[in-house]
């Protein structure tokens, strides 16, 4: 009786292992883990476990994935998997290959099998592989590369949980003769694949029973989709698609040659939100009013382009930078006060010798509107300006010590 036992626990455990291996699927052409990791079946506690994870090999990385940009995709050999941590307990996996390392390009698959009785809950698994390339091998996780893997333990009998559904992409909104593309984010929470879609209403859709349809509204309109994954259980949740009446963007701006080689540049433009800049320099920004240093005598081609929901505007101007300012200009101490003011402020400098100081003060159309000459008594100076007559905006006071130059923005409300 005893031989009898042992010779069918070795005849179960046969055949255990020969149901463990899994037949890749030649069909799957995509790189990547199918089912995703978030749509493994549920885990019943105490109950027999066994799933497959098809693997389609990549062929090529990009080092942007591991932290290196500007860098060309790479060639890889193979991946081999070394570990799968995070099963619960009583779970193991095997791999076909046996050795659990996919060649470039070829199809794998992974088996999960075994029986939990470990405590319900939802479990992360870590996939730790090394990668073969360049002659080298690196190793890495599953999870900085954007994989996540999960499984549901549930108690027996117990249903899975529903699947989760949220839409990502918003704020939804469609311009006036534009689609807008709702887009789903399923997260599945233990849902099991496939899942159906069911959009309400259907009208205006591409398609109402797909993930992603594509939505073309002339007014405000709320969709509301539910998904039911293969077990039949439901999650529902809505999107609100609205429109963006904002009138198309217009591009302009104007600007101010403060010291030789010095520009300060505002923005004229409108129904903009965002506003990003090239000086042609080399340089860029996405300051509202910013202002740059040029470093050689020449024509530069400035562009502009300002952007809002739905479109973008771009304006060209040319500058011509003739002379050259001493960059010593930034170590004179000059004040401006009260800025923003009423029309009088004062200039305050010291730290220079020059005999004369002159100050320059223009408008945002680079109008000279005032100067001024100042003594040096070997004391720190001050001049009163009184732009009260000029009206409010935006001006540049300009100081200029001997080869120094300090230059400021003043605001008279």
């Known amino acids: 009786m005893k031989q009898f036992a042992a010779l ?104 999960i099998t075994g029986t939990t009785t470990a405590p319900v809950g939802s479990y992360e698994l870590i996939i730790e592989a090394t990668v073969s390339a360049l002659g080298q091998e690196f190793a890495g996780t599953s999870d900085l590369l954007g994989f996540q893997f999960f499984l549901n333990v549930i108690d027996s009998g117990a249903p899975c949980p529903a699947p989760l559904v949220e839409v990502i992409n918003g704020p939804l909104f469609a311009c006036p003769g ?35 349809p594509v939505a073309s509204v002339t007014a405000a309109t709320t969709y509301t989709v539910t998904v039911t994954d293969a077990n039949g259980y439901e999650f529902t949740t809505s999107a609100l698609v609205d429109i963006d009446n904002t009138p198309a963007p217009v591009a302009d701006f104007n600007f101010v040659i403060t010291g030789g080689n010095s520009v300060e540049f505002t923005d004229l433009s409108s129904n903009g939100n965002s506003v990003s800049w090239n000086f ?64 009088i402020f004062s200039v305050t400098l010291n730290g220079t ?13 680079g109008r000279l509107v005032k100067t001024g000459n100042l003594q040096n008594n070997g004391s720190t100076m001050t001049s009163i300006i009184d732009l009260a007559g000029n009206g409010n905006g935006i001006y540049i006071v300009k100081v200029i010590s001997g080869t120094q130059t300090s230059t400021h923005k003043l605001v008279v409300q």
Not at 178 to 194: E, F, H, R, Y
Request: charged share 10%.
């Open 353 to 365: 010798t020059a005999n004369q100081i002159n100050v320059l003060v223009y408008d945002m159309q």
């Open 280 to 343: 042609g320099n080399g340089n860029t920004s996405s300051a509202v009013n910013p202002s740059q240093v040029f470093d050689s005598i020449t024509d530069y081609t400035v562009t502009m382009v300002v952007r809002n929901n739905c479109g973008t505007d771009t304006v060209e101007k040319t500058l011509s930078i003739t002379s050259i300012t001493d960059v010593k200009g930034r170590d004179l101490t000059v004040s401006v006060f009260p800025n923003p003011t009423k029309g």
């Open 178 to 212: 534009s689609p807008a593309q709702i887009l789903l984010d399923i997260d599945t929470g233990g849902g099991v694949a496939p899942f159906t879609y069911a959009w309400s209403p259907a009208t205006g859709l591409s398609d109402p029973n797909i993930a992603n």
């Open 8 to 111: 069918a626990l070795i005849l179960m455990a046969f055949t255990f292992g020969a149901n463990a291996q899994c037949t890749p699927d030649p069909n799957i052409t995509t790189p990547g883990f199918y089912p995703s990791g978030d749509s493994l079946p549920c885990v019943e506690r105490g109950v027999v476990y066994d799933t497959t994870i098809q693997v389609k090999n990549f062929t090529t990385i990009d080092p942007a994935d591991f932290g290196v940009p500007n860098f060309p995709p790479i060639t890889i050999s193979w991946i081999r998997i070394d570990n799968i941590s995070g099963l619960p307990a009583g779970l193991t996996y095997s791999c076909t290959p046996s050795s659990c390392q996919f060649n470039a390009g070829a199809n794998g698959c992974v088996n």
